[in-house]
């Protein structure tokens, strides 16, 4: 008996429904979510905006990457989607020039092209997520949904000091020390160094760091646990005993630096 082909229209039906059912994020303080819309089309930033309102978000948009800039210093969001292409510069320029002011707010990158190498250089520009025109506002949200319930929904609590040999995460403060040196990092960096030290001395598989790191199927791509990792690497075990170390064919493990 043929397979029914799969039906977009019922499919998007029923990830309305449940995105409907999901309890609705804001700040700790309990305010609106913030976020800052960055695109040169019109047609999509009126769109995203109606669907994030839908969510009770606070929508600020931007058209350049100077008014991106100028919308991030005057706002403060808690989330940014940014499309690569600007017509005055790119949003890679743009994510760099936030990052290296410190900034850490969890960032979607935008864009028409739909290449592995597209994506590497997103992400190693400091993005957290990537999303290809045309896409789905319920995918959309979803994923932003993803990256805000790990920073606007943590809930400080007394033991929020995570240790593992000389390596220290704070997660109330996000501050990561190793050997009394503070270590900057990004919010997906974060998330997944907490994740291997709330689980040391076990292998993690790429499945399960995909899972509970961007609560999201990253379109089946190890290779974005891949990249991560290595980056972790040169943040914390840069000219100092290696603590993150790959099983060859399994994962990989976080334990203290022998």
């Known amino acids: 008996m043929p397979s029914t082909p799969p039906d977009p229209a019922a499919d998007s039906v029923r990830r309305r429904a449940v995105l409907a059912k999901l309890p609705r994020i804001s700040r700790l303080d309990g305010s609106a979510i913030r976020v800052l819309l960055v695109d040169d089309e019109d047609t999509l930033t009126n769109l995203v905006s109606l669907a994030l309102s839908y969510e009770g978000w606070i929508v600020d948009v931007a058209h350049t990457g100077q008014a991106a800039l100028r919308a991030y210093r005057d706002n403060r969001p808690d989330v940014v989607i940014l499309d690569i292409m600007l017509p005055d510069t790119d949003g890679l320029s743009v994510l760099r020039h936030l990052r290296s002011g410190g900034s850490t707010t969890p960032t979607l990158f935008l864009t028409a092209r739909d290449s592995v190498d597209d994506r590497i250089i997103g992400l190693t520009a400091g993005g957290d997520d990537y999303m290809t025109k045309p896409f789905s506002l319920e995918e959309l949200v979803a994923r932003l949904r993803g990256l ?97 170390h790959t099983v060859r064919g399994v994962g990989y493990m976080l334990r203290p630096a022998e």
Request: cysteine-free.
């Open 148 to 244: 805000l319930r790990r920073t606007v929904q943590a809930v400080p609590d007394e033991q929020a000091a995570l240790v593992v040999g000389n390596l220290t995460l704070d997660e109330t403060s996000y501050q990561v020390r190793r050997d009394d040196a503070d270590i900057m990092l990004t919010t997906t960096e974060f998330d997944l160094l907490r994740f291997f030290m709330r689980n040391p001395m076990r292998v993690l598989s790429r499945a399960q760091i995909l899972d509970e790191v961007w609560n999201y199927d990253f379109a089946g791509r190890g290779s974005i646990v891949d990249l991560y990792v290595s980056y972790l690497r040169k943040k914390i075990d840069a000219e100092r005993t290696p603590m993150l």
